[in-house]
């Protein structure tokens, strides 16, 4: 009966007299990316945080995993993994330390396995063993990113995983949104780059003034608007894709 990870009904939030969300619905279904699009202070985090329990709402429901946030939260927190807008990793910890502690956590059988695996994966084999206060924010980034894959959670939420991030570790982790996407595993992200949501996302939602105002896929948030006069122009190079060459990376399809 279930195939979708989040179903949100009527959302509403307010801090005292500031009202954030006023009636927020929307869905998710399992497997899927869904990108969640928004101006700074529309709401965005506010909504990780109500569907990741860390924060009540004042009206509306919303399940996650089949489960109400209200009623479950526990069951809701067993079942999905976070990585917030701010990184959330041990300072004093190496990398590697903090992805052990992690996996003992989530009573994994081989934590020190899981770990090599992603280490490797986010390109931090040589930072593994320093202590992460004298990781770059970059490093700080992917190393949050990686404690939230311990475990293979059934839904991530990632709140704008990719600001701070290089252009060649962007790429990596939506080489690494896709795979997990591709393994069932349901993605729902915020971000800021509307481009990072046309490469991924399998469902956008953009929030405004407290609702959903638009929602669907790419192609059917295209059809809003009217197709756009084909005019000639030499393209140019963006910068991104200049200093992809520059470095060397090939950029991913
Ligand atoms: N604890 C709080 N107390 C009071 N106001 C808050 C609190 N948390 C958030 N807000 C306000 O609620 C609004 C929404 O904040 P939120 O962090 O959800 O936005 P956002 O869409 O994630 O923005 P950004 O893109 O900048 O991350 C903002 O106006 C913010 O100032
Ligand atoms: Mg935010």
Redesign the pocket.
């Known amino acids: 009966m279930q195939n979708n990870s989040i179903q949100v009904k009527g959302l509403q939030k307010s801090?005292n007299q500031?009202h954030?969300l006023n009636s927020v619905d929307f869905e998710v279904e399992q497997g899927s990316i869904f990108a969640l699009l928004?101006s700074?202070?529309?709401?965005?985090?506010?909504i990780v945080k109500i569907l990741t329990t860390l924060l009540k709402q004042d009206g509306g429901t919303a399940t996650v995993n089949g489960f109400d946030i209200t009623s479950k939260p526990d069951n809701v927190r067993q079942s999905i993994s976070l990585t917030g807008?701010f990184a959330a990793v041990d300072e004093i910890l190496t990398g590697e330390e903090n992805l052990i502690m992690i996996a003992k956590l989530r009573h994994l059988k081989n934590p020190h396995q899981v770990t090599d695996n992603l280490i490797k994966r986010f390109g931090l084999t040589d930072a593994a063993n320093r202590r992460v206060a004298t990781y770059s924010g970059g490093m700080h980034r992917k190393l949050d990113l990686a404690m939230s894959l311990v475990g293979k959670p059934q839904l991530i939420f990632l709140d704008?995983p990719t600001t701070g991030l290089d252009p060649e570790a962007r790429l990596e982790v939506w080489k690494i949104v896709k795979e997990l996407a591709d393994s069932g595993t349901t993605v729902f992200l915020?971000t800021?780059y509307l481009d990072e949501a046309e490469q991924l996302a399998d469902q956008i939602a953009i929030l405004h003034e407290g609702r959903i105002i638009a929602s669907g896929t790419l192609a059917e948030l295209k059809k809003l608007l009217p197709p756009t006069k084909v005019e000639y122009v030499e393209k140019q190079p963006t910068l991104e894709e200049i200093f992809l060459a520059i470095i060397g990376t090939k950029e991913a399809k």
């Open positions: 801090y500031l954030v928004g700074n202070g529309a709401g965005k985090t506010t807008q704008e915020t800021q």
